[in-house]
């Protein structure tokens, strides 16, 4: 059994890696190399530290109990040698060993290993663009640049800010300059939403009109052609569409793999330059094992290689090459990507696929698109959560699952509860018959994730003919033409300011009167249903199914969601 373990990086998948292998192999050696003097930390929670949620920077980096892990942490409890301020130059897989140089002091040496594990982690992208280099632009990723813009915000030296890009790190800390310090912020995003590849278009719309309502600008497709200083620092921001003044700019425009090192090694690498691994975690030469921001990892649901650069994927891994460096057979089979943001009144989640990830890699998908109160209806206490299930239409397989909602941890709860079934090949009934748990406090008699799966069902057996958001949104603009007839199918009550504002376009027949007002509604006009969150709606569409009148559309969430995207009604 192997005896010299060295492990480069230190931040999250290193240390997991190195503490479980010397747990289970007392006698190892075992060494930790990391370029920087602050180690273990929690990177995820840089943006939490900037707004003053966290107070002190040393808290991203203790345990539970308050102990701040650095390499004398790790010396005397985990037994663990930590080289910090020293970087990783070479590997000589023949020799087996790591050439170290000292930072601080220039000097270079060889480090031999048995087992070698590569938690090199990823760094920030620097596209090139001019002005880059001014002060007051950072990435925000480690806890020195942490410290650096928490300083200048609470010394109030930032009046304006911009972050460029519109993921997690970007959005979290927009959100953190916005509201703990009330800084003008903008987010600029290449791509055509926020969040992309996570969110469907359709929340992802509604993810930017939370930022909107709470100060924070959005611009997407839009691309930043250079960066203007003044004595050095950065004061403003030029785009192809506008110019935004600025004293920070956080440049979270995505992340690329650190794996130089194992490419000049020889290691195999996929065409986006990420280490290829199998399920033990172990790289094409046996004795070296990555895992980590670095590594590509299959993808569960299409089976495919993927890249998960999260904390969470990372501490697992580490504990499976740990297991096995010390002669166990654990295995990482690899993953569906379940991920969460806090923004403002809203918070986001999901897992696997979105509709337009599906439709991309060749599913014959539909997005089934729910509104319904995250707890019992009567319970004071409660929330309108949006939920959206990507379904394979010729398998009824359950793609992905995403939503939005203002209390994190009932969104949680319910992706948390389909995302392990993405993997296993999950039907709509599955999760139609999904059982979870009910307490008024906590959910519905019939949870909204059990609905999400019979919507699906309802639409894939012909019984509901849905409408997106889109596709009303586009009619109702053009509402002029006669062609389409909107049915409100609230009670009067809630229908009457819509019909007062809108008595030629907007109709109000409640769901309970639609088969005795059958004669009221043309037949030679395409109708669309809609209520509140789509229950109503759907029912009124089977009652005019039921007299023989099919040429309907219910829209999916109903005004409830036409509201939180911001459709100018």
């Known amino acids: 059994m192997s005896r010299r373990i060295v492990v480069i990086g230190a931040v999250a998948l290193g240390p997991k890696a190195a503490s479980r292998a ?7 050696e075992v060494t930790l190399i990391d370029q920087s003097s602050r180690i273990s930390y929690g990177g995820c929670g840089i943006p939490y530290y900037i707004s003053g949620e966290v107070n002190r920077v040393e808290e991203l980096q203790t345990t539970p109990y308050g102990t701040v892990r650095d390499a004398e942490f790790f010396k005397t409890h985990k037994g663990v040698k930590a080289l910090v301020r020293s970087r990783a130059t070479a590997i000589d897989r023949m020799a087996r060993t790591v050439t170290v140089e000292e930072l601080d002091s220039g000097r270079t040496y060889d480090v031999p290993y048995d087992k070698l594990v590569l938690a090199m982690g990823a760094s920030p992208n620097r596209p090139p663009i001019p002005g880059l280099d001014l002060a007051g632009i950072s990435a925000a990723t480690n806890l020195e640049e942490a410290e650096a813009i928490k300083n200048a915000v609470s010394e109030g030296k930032v009046n304006k800010a911009v972050v460029v890009g519109g993921g997690f790190i970007g959005l979290e800390v927009a959100v953190a300059l916005g509201d703990m310090w009330g800084i003008p912020t903008a ?8 969040l992309h590849n996570f969110l469907s278009g359709t929340l992802a719309r509604m993810a930017a009109k939370d930022l909107r309502d709470n100060g924070v600008e959005v611009y997407c497709a839009e691309k930043v052609l250079r960066f203007e200083g003044e004595n050095g620092h950065v004061s403003k921001v030029v785009t192809d569409k506008r110019e935004l003044e600025a004293d920070l700019v956080v440049m979270a425009a995505g992340i690329r793999p650190n794996t130089e090192l194992a490419a000049s090694a020889g290691l195999n690498l996929t065409d986006r330059g990420l280490i290829i691994v199998d ?11 990555a895992g980590g921001d670095c590594v590509s990892v299959i993808n569960q649901v299409t089976g495919k290689a993927g890249w998960y650069p999260l904390g969470s994927m990372a501490n697992r891994q580490g504990r499976v090459i740990g297991t096995n460096i010390a002669g166990g057979d654990a295995v990482f089979p690899g993953a569906v990507g379940a991920w969460g943001i806090k923004l403002f009144e809203q918070n986001a989640a999901g897992a696997g696929l979105t509709i337009e990830s599906a439709l991309r890699e060749g599913y014959d998908a539909i997005n089934v698109h729910v509104e319904q109160i995250d707890r019992a209806h009567f319970y004071p206490d409660k929330s309108l959560m949006t939920l959206e299930m990507v379904v394979d239409k010729p398998t009824r397989r359950i793609l992905g699952i995403q939503g939005m909602n203002a209390m994190g941890d009932a969104l949680a709860a319910r992706i948390n509860a389909v995302a392990p079934l ?6 709509v009934a ?4 999904l059982e979870v748990l009910y307490s008024p406090p906590f959910a519905a008699a019939m949870d909204i994730s059990n609905v999400v799966g019979n919507v699906a069902e309802n639409i894939l057996e012909g019984r509901f003919k849905p409408m997106t958001q889109e596709e009303f949104e586009r009619l109702w603009t053009e509402r002029g033409n006669n062609e389409v007839y909107f049915i409100d199918a609230r009670v009067g009550r809630d229908s009457e300011p819509m019909v007062g504002k809108y008595p030629e376009h907007w109709h109000n027949i409640p769901q309970d009167q639609i088969s005795e007002r059958i004669a009221e509604i ?3 006009r395409q109708i669309v249903l809609i209520c509140n969150t789509g229950l109503r709606s759907y029912e009124a569409q089977l009652d005019m199914a039921s007299a023989g009148r099919k040429q309907t559309r219910s829209v999916m969430g109903g005004l409830s969601s036409a509201r939180r995207l911001g459709v100018d009604l």
């Open 22 to 28: 010397k747990r289970l192999m007392p006698d190892a």
């Open 187 to 194: 987010v600029v995003e290449l791509a055509d939403q926020i």
């Open 279 to 289: 399920d033990h975690m172990r790289t094409s030469d046996p004795d070296i094992y």
């Open 422 to 427: 993405l993997s296993r090949g999950a039907t």
């Open 430 to 433: 599955d999760i139609s018959n």
């Open 522 to 524: 043309p037949e030679d």
